[in-house]
T-cell receptor, first 111, second 112 residues
Framework: EDQVTQSPEALRLQEGESSSLNCSYT??????LFWYRQDPGKGPEFLFT???AGEEKEKERLKATLTKKESFLHITAPKPEDSATYLC????????????FGDGTTLTVKP | DTGVSQNPRHKITKRGQNVTFRCDPI?????LYWYRQTLGQGPEFLTY????????KSRLLSDRFSAERPKGSFSTLEIQRTEQGDSAMYLC??????????FGEGSRLTVL
């Protein structure tokens, strides 16, 4: 069964203090690894898709990377508006339907 | 607004009552998913439709839960004989073949 583990559960940063979030996964034939951002009381918002080891994607202060066993979401010089829960999900090649999600990392950026 | 729309946004019900949630998808998306999320947890897969066909249903989903997607358009999720453990956010998402999900704002259920 596909499994996704995210760490840390919570991360508190000062504005401008860069850091990384981790997503470890076990899946039978990775079709895609996805990062989402979720604000309180709202549905997750899609950020990135990564398909193969070595791939990287960037958007503003966020950069996602992928290896064969884990993905990292690097946050460079974060701002308070980056505060949110960041979710990682995997989709198996054998099952093009569902995505399996981790429990997320809640990021708080203090001004 | 061309995003995924869910109604109602909030539902409070008494244990034993039936509830129904509706999801109106992005029109070009043929894949529709229902997820459930509780506080501090990631979304948990419930069921998946491609057009009007229900292709997968979670083994964890009790027979009190049923979902439909008539004519491959909007979808409904019904929970019969609600229990307190059903209290959660019910999320609808749609997708195309590339797999990324586009979520609605969710329907929050509170069972008293």
């Amino acid at each position: 069964e596909d499994q996704v583990t995210q760490s840390p559960e919570a991360l508190r940063l000062q504005e401008g203090e860069s850091s990384s979030l981790n997503c470890s996964y076990t899946v039978s034939g990775l079709r895609g690894l996805f990062w989402y951002r979720q604000d309180p009381g709202k549905g997750p918002e899609f950020l990135f898709t990564l398909y193969s080891a070595g791939e990287e994607k960037e958007k503003e202060r966020l950069k996602a990377t992928l290896t064969k066993k884990e993905s990292f979401l690097h946050i460079t010089a974060p701002k308070p508006e980056d505060s949110a829960t960041y979710l990682c999900a995997v989709q198996a090649g054998t099952n093009a339907g569902k995505s399996t999600f981790g429990d997320g990392t809640t990021l708080t950026v203090k001004p | 607004d061309t995003g995924v729309s869910q109604n109602p946004r909030h539902k409070i019900t008494k244990r034993g009552q039936n509830v129904t949630f509706r999801c109106d998808p992005i029109s070009e998306h043929n894949r529709l998913y229902w997820y459930r999320q509780t506080l501090g947890q990631g979304p948990e897969f419930l069921t998946y439709f491609q057009n009007e066909a229900q292709l997968e249903k979670s083994r964890l989903l009790s027979d009190r839960f049923s979902a439909e997607r008539p004519k491959g358009s909007f979808s409904t999720l019904e929970i019969q004989r609600t229990e307190q453990g059903d209290s959660a956010m019910y999320l609808c998402a749609t997708a195309v073949e590339t797999g990324e999900l586009f979520f609605g704002e969710g329907s929050r259920l509170t069972v008293l």
